[in-house]
Structure formats: structure tokens, C-alpha cells
């Protein structure tokens, strides 16, 4: 279906200056595509109801699952990715601080509820278009907000971890700096993480700054920010398994184990925790499975939650039909193929090749015809759920192809009935 050329013109129009009123976000990719959609989608109260039960139930699981996690020896973690660098950090705990302050599950409906794809529990994007644009979107065309209400649970999430990280390193009161860290030359995880420094409401004494992942430096007693300054909490749009990779490139000085080490020994707190990375790993998937299989640790309730929400997920190939290969620590879509009987679609992006890989049942998305800069396009929908503090919280939608991939783009949503 094609749009008229009139109303390609008002649309591309409506949208440029609709976007326009937020200066600091990102409407195209950096190739200049299209990336966030002007419209609203429908999403029935009934719907958003069934995706957040389904965020709910799967948070509690994960959460149960996390000691368990945390008990295993090392071999069973480096079997599910975790580089020999992290095994000691990611067992770090935070007191008074969930198992992760923001994570996002990606969510399909199928016939039987609501599946879990994948928890992105260490470092989700995608907050500033749900808990901030798409209200303003909904606003725009008269539509209900279904995430109404949702960025002020954010902030009080965000203040109640730095205040639980504060008091890990023994500076509550302060004199403290939180610093707020991303690339420094990616536009969104920049904006995205300045748009959380200015949620967090912190006490007078606590010095708070954004500061380029790439500036910081560091020494056997602390992490400092590019001018020298000590830092003692460090919120990080940088996933830890980059720091574990992490050397200098002039003396080759391990930097991530020495970050961690800091984290061991209470010298410095991150947010999200280090338990998030623990649960990031989609072999998480493939335990809980096996434990809903097994019997044993969940009881008869919450295996049959597993097996409602959760799709059959393994560390081995063992599917005839239908299926997904995923990296365990993949990212954007990047090394994921779907295997069909007669055809296999493959990412263009083959990063995580020397990853283990998890192998999952596939499931159809759900499709739309929407509007977009080039017109009338049907495209594939993923729900989002974010679980804030460990409560569900803000839904959303991406549209794209088969594998939701950094090409997808963001849809508002609206509370129609």
C-alpha cells in the first residue's frame, strides 16, 4: 500500500516539526533514515494490563533466580558467557538496591500470552521515547498515555539506587560524585543518559556530572573523571562486559579489572548493579527453563509461569522446527539468525560469533501497516515492558523486519480502548 503524495508531504511536514520541539533527541539515525514514527498506535487498556502481568511475573522469576545465580561455581557461569574477568563482580549484591534499577523485556503475543524474547537488564535504551516522547506524541493527537505517570516512578527508582549506592561506599550524606557515563560521541546513549542524571533528585552534598565513558581514568584507589576528580558512583550506559575487555592501550594495564576490584571492595557502586549483568545473559533464559522442566528450586505456580511466559529456551541445538540462534551477550540484533525448515534469516551484523549461543523457539511477531517517511509500510512489532525497581512500568513498540535490529524504529503508543 502507498501513500498519495499529498499526504506523504503533511506527514514528513507534521513529523519534522513535531520532533523539532525536542532539540536534544534523536528522530533519524546518524545515516539520516527515519527512526522515530509520528502517529500514535493503538494499544487497548486491556492489552497494556496482559504486558505488564507478563513483566511482573517474569521479574519475579528473574529475581528468585538471581542467588541462585550468584551460588554457581565458575564453570557454570563462564559457560553461560560471563568473561573470567567478571565471575567475582558479578556476584556483587547491592543491599536496599533491586537486581536491576531499569531493565526492558521484549515481549511477543502469541495465542497463549505474552512470551518473553529477551531481558535487557544491564544497559536498556529506548527510556527517553517511552517514558518521555511518547506522552508528548499522545498529546499531540488527543490520545490517552498509557505510560502517564511512569517517568516520575523513573526518577524515584533512579534516586532511591544512588542513595543505596551512596550508602555502599559509606557516603550517603555526602561529600559524594555520581557520575553519569556513556560514549561521549553516541548521540543517544549521551541524551539518554544525561535525561536520567536529570531525573535523579540527590542530597546538596552529592556532586553529580556526565562524563564520557572514554575520559575516565583510574588507579588502584578509585576511578576518577577526566579532570582528576574521584568518583564513588558511576552510572554506566556501558555494558560490564566491555569493561572486562577493557585495556590501556599504551601499557595494557587490565582498566576493567581494576573498575571491578573497586566494586569488590566497596570503593566504588554501579548502577545499573553488577547483578544486572548476571541476569543480562540470555543462558538465564535457558535455566530458568531447565528448572521449570526439572523441578525442584521454583514451585508448581511458578514453573507454570515459565512455562506461560517464557519461550523453550537451550544451550544446545536441539530443535526441528522453527527457531532462533541468539549470542548470549548479543546486542541490537547483531549474530541472530531465525532457522526455518527450508530458509534461514541471518543479521547482516555478525559482531558475537565467538559468544555461546542460546537457542530459543521462534514466534511470530505481529505485523502493522504504518505510516512512514516513505510512505505505507508493513512492518513487524515488538512490545517493550520496562521493569523499574523491580515493578513493571512503561510500555512501548519498535517496528521493523523479521530481527529487531538497530534499524528498527520507535512507534508512540496510545491508550485507546
Request: with cysteine; glycine share 8%.
Amino acid at each position: 500500500m502507498a501513500a498519495r503524495g499529498a499526504d506523504l508531504a503533511a506527514y514528513r511536514r507534521a513529523r519534522r516539526e513535531f520532533y523539532a520541539r525536542f532539540p536534544r533527541f534523536w528522530p533519524d539515525t546518524p545515516a539520516g533514515e527515519e527512526y522515530a514514527l509520528y502517529g500514535v498506535h493503538p494499544l487497548a487498556a486491556s492489552e497494556q494490563r496482559e504486558i505488564r502481568a507478563a513483566a511482573a511475573a517474569l521479574w519475579h522469576l528473574y529475581a528468585r533466580v538471581a542467588p541462585l545465580l550468584r551460588a554457581l561455581p565458575d564453570e557454570a557461569l563462564l559457560s553461560m558467557g560471563l568473561p573470567p574477568a567478571a565471575l567475582a563482580v558479578a556476584r556483587v549484591s547491592v543491599p536496599d538496591m533491586a537486581e536491576t534499577v531499569i531493565g526492558r523485556f521484549d515481549l511477543a503475543p502469541t495465542p497463549d500470552g505474552y512470551k518473553m524474547l529477551e531481558l535487557n537488564a544491564d544497559t536498556p535504551t529506548f527510556l527517553v521515547e517511552c517514558f518521555h516522547l511518547n506522552g508528548a506524541a499522545c498529546a499531540a493527537f488527543d490520545a490517552p498515555d498509557p505510560n502517564a505517570g511512569q517517568e516520575a516512578r523513573l526518577a524515584a527508582a533512579l534516586t532511591r539506587a544512588c542513595r543505596a549506592a551512596l550508602r555502599q561506599v559509606g557516603r550517603e550524606g555526602g561529600p559524594a560524585y555520581v557520575a553519569w557515563a556513556s560514549f561521549g560521541e553516541h548521540h543517544e546513549d549521551r541524551e539518554t543518559t544525561r535525561y536520567l542524571m536529570r531525573l535523579a533528585r540527590l542530597p546538596e552534598r552529592v556532586r553529580r556530572r556526565y562524563v564520557a565513558i572514554e575520559s575516565l581514568q583510574i588507579d588502584g584507589g578509585g576511578l576518577y573523571d577526566g579532570a582528576g576528580r574521584r568518583i564513588h558512583v558511576l552510572f554506566r550506559l556501558y555494558p560490564l562486559e566491555f569493561f572486562a575487555d577493557d585495556k590501556d592501550p599504551a601499557t595494557g594495564t587490565p582498566i576493567g579489572e581494576m573498575l571491578f576490584r573497586l566494586v569488590e571492595q566497596n570503593q566504588l557502586a554501579l548502577i545499573n548493579p553488577p547483578s544486572a549483568f548476571l541476569l543480562q545473559s540470555k543462558a538465564v533464559q535457558a535455566v530458568l527453563w531447565g528448572l521449570a522442566e526439572g523441578g525442584g528450586y521454583f514451585d508448581a505456580a511458578e514453573r507454570a509461569l515459565i512455562r506461560r511466559h517464557l519461550l523453550p529456551t537451550y544451550l544446545d541445538p536441539v530443535f526441528d522446527g522453527p527457531h532462533v540462534i541468539k549470542p548470549v551477550f548479543g546486542r541490537e540484533g547483531d549474530t541472530v539468525a531465525i532457522v526455518g525448515r527450508e530458509q534461514v534469516h541471518a543479521s547482516e551484523a555478525q559482531s558475537f560469533t565467538d559468544q555461546p549461543m542460546v537457542y530459543q523457539q521462534y514466534v511470530p511477531m505481529p505485523e502493522a501497516e504504518l505510516m512512514t517517511a516513505q510512505g505505507m509500510q508493513r512492518l513487524s512489532l515488538l512490545t517493550t515492558c520496562f521493569v523499574i525497581g523491580g515493578e513493571p512500568s512503561a510500555v512501548g513498540l519498535r517496528a521493523g523486519g523479521l530481527i529487531t535490529d538497530d534499524r528498527c524504529r520507535f512507534v508512540p503508543v496510545g491508550g485507546f480502548t
